[in-house]
């Protein structure tokens, strides 16, 4: 490939394009990236009236999402930082045109039909199944050789980014007494809910406060158990939601098929992501915080274990704009055009 | 006055309608108040669903607002938690049955046509223009003896609240330079915005931020002016959003005539407020901080005055559901009756 | 009993000394309740200079904590809200003088001299041990029998208070598949850590973050299995920092012996607690949040099932300083003299 | 000058200390920087231990602060980020030995002895005096010539910062009446009072709460005198802490020698800024927020007038650990060594 790379984001108004918005306007590899707006309503204005953060930095126009649109500016690579309807009906759209695309929305993330069934997709729709199955699940530190060719990443939930990588590694190694089941006790930060007003997000119900939702409903809980290897039953997964704007910690509760010593859990932690840009392993006593990784692309981890070496404690943390959405997504990119997994991220 | 007063609250499912309803609940003159919804949607509903705060002490079935349903419950006192609109609108029916009411909206604060006019009421309109010359401005430091026999009483704003009981003893005395301008530098916490999400409330840009709204324009500035007596360009008037729930502080800007001491603006302050329950006067270097009077009536004030005695700095603070909404309500009621300026306030 | 009683708080300049100094100050059985200092430093100043909060109610004097004073006032009973050392040492000379006493630290709750061992305690004191273990857990819905006649209260923990009452009904119904292991993961305000300035508390290390302190080793745990009546190894308690003042919400992860439906859960809730004036139970899918009750006496229950109804998860919130300490040991008073629970903390 | 140059840091575990370490750490001018603890306590140590948020980049190992390790290591600049004391002992030692300083503290930021009584220092002491004299006020905005030859830069106060820059253009424009008194209402994150816990940084003490301090006697107020060129009563200065972490806003009332238009205002502010890279003009009616500068080096102003054109509200936004103090410190060091202002800032 010669020259810069051509990008472009649909939904750049929202937390998450936003977000991407920025890493992209500073990535030492790419040309000046695009911005499509959601709707019409949007198109034309600047993107600097939105976000005002990035004022004084020049103008960034928002063009109106349209296939001649996407077509004139002979892009390589789209991202879609939009509702997973959207995802759905444009994305095939871009695919048959040749470009590649990375997806921040639930819309491809799912291998199994029952997992799926919770988005409500037109399950009749050929293509977009048969689009499904080639999608890669973006998550490097997993799929990092899936990426290459990749013609459609399916960039994880937040949610999922932080239980998958302190659960696989162990679950993988045979550690797990999975039929206790695990627990994962979530917490996020308020722009995983998006920019959209709800009586959920408004400040006053927020603040001073913490709220369960979902449970055993949420969204995520598919890309999980397929990417941990779990059945239904042996994973019960709660999110609540945190008066902090950004970052996401979630405590995961494991019974071990036999009791281990620290020693044993942080090195397989440790092996699991050796050569891994974005992945911190704390040592024990020491856990991870929000605060450490806010504002990062790292996802942090860390453990207790009881006395008796028999239950374990894991505390995952990161910030769920970056590792959880767009940073990830650059992440990604980095890996399927073969450049340094830190490159635009520091 | 025979048998307890039947009290009601239209508007009971915002933030200061609620705060009114908790307190009539407990209040111990009243008779069990009821509950009207802004609009048929909430009518039947409990509102233990809407604010499950209450739940647990019993059904609280929210009314639909019609005038037979007022007649019907042979009320007393109707309070009015509404948009001004709706005030506007209901309250002259009410009055012409006979009942008394105390209105939480701007509709009926203001005596100037001038001052009105950022309102946009039908002016034409003859029957509400004199209901509106006969209302009662509900600040029961300042206007105490006409409450008694006031029909309808027009409570303050919140920060017209908070500025109005700092400035006016001074302004009265005859202290204040205000050729030289006063300032009003006002923050507010998030419920005064209301309950319905906007994007200006929505938790992420809200907290880790502070803003200012509305300079030069705000709706209370004509409170304030007719009020403490000061001409349209001697006030300077800047509200500020707080990444908090509740709370109001002003810091008010004072050049004065001559220098003075302390003492001489401490017991201006403290003459003016003698007998008056919900009103405390701190003692310089210590000034009140929101924290102090949060979830209270109070309105708290304080100062420190330059070296040279020329310049005085007035700090003051209130809840603004409680002294700057429902807990002023609730004082005017209780003068309007005769009752404990305390009463049911504690 | 002739006339009010006669209490006084010890350590009233702490978060929770100081909340319980305010419920006195209004509860209508007592005579005007006194305030020792914890120290020499703060006594003869006014508790109105270190919480500015209750200035404007006339004066409450710190008196100096000595067996004299106590004396002197001819008290009946005797708060302390001090650390656990100063309560093992003053107690024991309070009861030796006829005194009743409510501790609110975890100096006498703790049965098993193993799980005693986390506060290392001096064991040989015969005087000491033999008070321990009269001592009566001041958990009114559970312990209320024993109350009405108990020289000595040990006022539960605020993560105790939280995890048993949602855990005793179920386990005590024999549905609880205890071998499986119970996970509580608990969320608190920082007001439970104290008032004195620490690293931890500091501002900028809470705001924006999230962090989980004490994992497998957090003192309450001995409360919570002598009370639900499990094994060291069946329970993993996780306290986390919130960002929020005041409040607890413990999610409680079960697994059922086996499968039942919701209204089997609730029924058990409900009877259990049927007659219990501060603990409300929700009916699923409604959880409490924390928002409900703080500012309240209440711990509200509520939990969601999981589809195949054999994995449980239990929310339980409460305010730490009212019903996870002043709160309820006003309510343990209220038992002891045999007054309405409800008496005080309206 | 050869190769890269050669910095440290005193003070890196403070909180500006280490934004300056973060800085200076990916500036592409520099080689490695150097990090010097505060007191013995702290050496050795690794900072990533004290700050987990750099964990993962390697080792940065504490350096004992002694003129040994300052000479052995060849530096070419050190900043000092320290309390005023340890500025006022070791700066002067330091540029004896032929180093440049950029002072973070307010230790040399003053001319006049009467401003510089509030420090307290020995004013005996002659050459630290004629040092001060000879030290340059680090706002590159306005001294930027001065800066290329300074060896001691006083790095400006953080809330002198936000009120000279929005003054300094229209009071030099001759328009500023400043006979009627100039208020600046200033509000800061809690980062701004440093790491030390204290009972007023406590986060139960700041959460839900704004108050004022130092009112009439904050220290910052000399400077503003200074490098604004007004009389100490002509200039009221009244600091908040705000409930948030970093970010300071101020508003500033200003009345003018004679009515304006609001494009006069904006072309006096924009011409003073033209080629200035850190400073963003908005365009009235919108406004600077916290949020949109926080965690970037800019100041943002902006302003509204009022309708008659004589009242003038200047609102004036940065982050205090940046603009306020590191990344002002590297703008500083960029002008001094003549490279882009943006270096190591983007």
Redesign the interface.
Known sequence: MSGPIKTAVVGATG?AGFELARLLL?HPKLAAPLFFGRDTGETGADLGKVF??I??NGAHRLLPLSLEEIEKHELDLLFFATPHELSREWIPQAIARGLRVVDLSGAWRLKSASHRAVYGFDEGNDSAAKLADTAVYGLPEIHHNRLHDARLVANPGCYATSVILALAPLVRAGLVASD??V?C?C?SG??GAG?Q???R????????????YS??GHRHTGEILEQVGLGE?QL?F?P?L??????I?S?I?V?LKEPVDAATIEQCLRNFYSGCSWV?V?SP????????????N?CDLGF?????G??L?L?SCLDNLLKGAAGQAVQNMNVMYGWGEREGL?
């Open positions: 937390y500073r005002p953060h004022s004084g206790h089941g627990v006790d917490k308020v722009s920019k007003p709800t009586p997000t408004h400040f006053v119900e927020v603040a001073e406060n913490l709220s369960v449970a055993f039953d019960t709660t609540h945190l008066p902090i704007a950004r970052g910690l405590t509760y019974r911190r704390f006593p020491q856990l991870p915080q929000i605060q450490y990784c806010t504002r990062t790292y207790n274990l009881s006395p008796d028999g239950r404690v505390v520091n």
